[in-house]
């Protein structure tokens, strides 16, 4: 029971005991009434002070990080984007904000307030109202970081869903990629998947060149093959990749090594339109990638996961312009990241570039699958093994299940394949899609509240 209510208590106690006494001993009680009212109010007055001083410390985390978050490397510009955060976060506070400093110690910003309020009695012994104040200290990130996000797309995400994903990943970008790049940068790539990833410009060096004309084995413009219903179809070669095969099926070795599967899709579940985006530090850009998707398409998400490694991945670091090329393995102050975002079943794997016969429901027509199984297993499968292998890296894994309560597959290989179980998320609904990018956005920063 909180101090003033157990004197308010006892207050009324002593009432009711002078009902019951004599008149000398009331008079007793009665002047004992002054000093206890004071003693009563005076609590209530502490507690209210203890209300504020907490409000006043979470309004002052909240403008710590805001500044440690900033670019700003002056104390004078801290203070600027502190203050802000924390007069709006005290607007409902009674006490008055008096005075605040922000200032950088190295990798810290250092963060104070005092703030004053009004007294019911307390003022009469402290001459005047009572001083609170707060003390928030937070680390500014001190580690290289590179993050690949692979973002499903495919048909089921149409309708709001895509426009949820779009609102919740560039806030992610917004909180992981900075603007000042020294003496730690962050970069962040995309790897948009659908039935496939489309490596657009790369693909030649990914999957190999082809040859002109038709060809009944893969690696022609076209390539005519046989169907699950036995009849002839022939497909064009896109710039989407496939899985490999082989010894290299499950690891991050570059295509200089093993190349990737090569992609013909039927006009009914093709290529996707939206390619990957090597690691970059520009949010502008990164963010009109994300204006830009669409969904369609059935879902290859052990590709989209297989992509998000690849981007992080020294060994693919040939690939990409010199200033979005993934540092070793192993470097001191380097985080690597991959977010993992599906809203349901993996259900399309591959044979000869072209969809499986064995694929699951949902990934087209069978008049579109070829006639032979895929090599490599089915997708959920194959997603498992490319988790474990990334973790082994030392790749750290977040998840992110969209709505997919109803699908025991997707629920299994969301909390598998990440890191542990703080790095999952579940949300049912785009506001919680919203909150689980940011969370995970603000983990990564590694912004953090030391004292």
């Avoid at 970081?145 to 895509?162: F, R, Y």
């Avoid at 082809?210 to 005519?224: D, E, I, L, M, Q």
């Avoid at 530090?281 to 969904?295: F, V």
Wanted: net charge neutral.
């Amino acid at each position: 029971m909180k101090t003033g209510l157990k004197i308010l208590v006892l207050a009324r106690r002593i009432l009711e005991s002078l009902r019951r006494e004599d008149g000398a001993v009331a008079i007793q009680f009665a002047l004992a009434i002054v000093p206890m009212s004071v003693m009563v109010f005076g609590a209530v007055d502490v507690s209210r002070a203890s209300g504020e001083k907490q409000r006043l410390q979470d309004a002052l985390d909240s403008a710590a990080l805001a500044a440690a978050r900033s670019t700003e490397t002056t104390d004078a510009g801290l203070k600027i984007v502190g203050d802000k955060v924390l007069v709006a976060n005290l607007a409902a506070s009674k006490a008055t904000l008096g005075g605040s400093t922000f200032r950088l110690e190295g990798t810290k910003v250092i963060a104070t307030a005092q703030a004053s309020m009004p007294t019911v009695v307390a003022g009469l012994w402290m001459n005047g109202d009572m001083t609170i104040g707060a003390e928030s200290e937070v680390t500014r990130s001190s580690n290289n970081v590179e993050v690949a996000l692979a973002l499903d797309v495919t048909g089921s995400m149409a309708g709001q869903k895509i426009t949820d994903l779009k609102a919740a990943a560039k806030e992610l970008i917004d909180l992981v990629v900075q603007d000042q790049q020294t003496p730690y940068y962050t970069k962040l790539a995309l790897a948009p998947y659908s039935a496939a990833v489309n490596v657009g410009t790369y693909a030649a060096s990914i999957r190999g060149a082809y040859s002109g004309g038709t060809c009944t084995t893969p690696g022609c413009a076209s390539y005519r093959f046989t169907n699950v219903q036995g009849n002839s179809k022939t497909f064009a070669i896109s710039t989407c990749a496939t899985e490999r095969t082989g010894s290299d099926a499950f690891t991050d070795a570059g295509p200089g090594t093993s190349l990737l599967g090569r992609n013909y899709a039927s006009s009914a579940n093709g290529c996707l339109a939206s390619t990957i985006t090597p690691l970059s530090t520009d949010r502008t850009a990164l963010k009109s990638q994300i204006d830009g998707l669409t969904a369609a398409g059935s879902t290859a998400g052990h590709l989209g996961l297989a992509w998000g490694w690849y981007l992080v991945s020294p060994d693919f670091a040939s690939l990409w312009p010199s200033a979005s090329r993934p540092a070793a393995y192993g470097t001191d102050k380097l985080l690597k990241v991959v977010v993992l975002m599906t809203d349901g079943a993996f259900n399309t794997t591959y044979c000869k570039g072209v969809i499986s016969k064995d694929s699951g429901s949902g990934s087209g027509s069978a008049a579109d699958h070829i006639n032979c199984n895929a090599p490599n297993g089915d997708a959920f499968s194959q997603a498992q093994t490319l988790c474990a292998n990334m973790k082994a890296k030392g790749v750290i894994i977040y998840t992110v299940g969209f709505d997919v309560a109803a699908d025991q597959d997707a629920q299994d290989i969301v909390r598998e394949c990440a890191t542990d179980a703080q790095h999952v998320y579940l949300p049912s609904t785009g506001a919680a899609l919203k909150t689980a990018f940011r969370a995970i956005g603000e983990d990564i920063s590694r912004l953090r509240i030391s004292r």
